[in-house]
């Protein structure tokens, strides 16, 4: 389980990118937005959707 954030700018796609606060490539902490602490990646995206509708994300 861990804490999952997604990165304010949108890649080329215009989707977010979904981190782990373990990932190497989480972006810093201005540029991210806390999603919380989820027990998976698919609770992640469920949550995610819910909460931002109108966005696009990937892992």
Request: aromatic content about 22%; charged content about 15%.
């Amino acid at each position: 389980m861990y804490y999952y954030y997604f990165e304010k700018f949108t890649n080329q796609h215009f989707r977010h990118a979904i981190h782990t606060n373990k990932c190497p490539l989480l972006a810093c902490c201005q540029d991210r937005v806390l999603i919380g602490f989820e027990l998976s990646y698919y609770s992640t995206m469920v949550t995610t959707q819910k909460k931002y509708p109108l966005n696009s994300f990937y892992g």
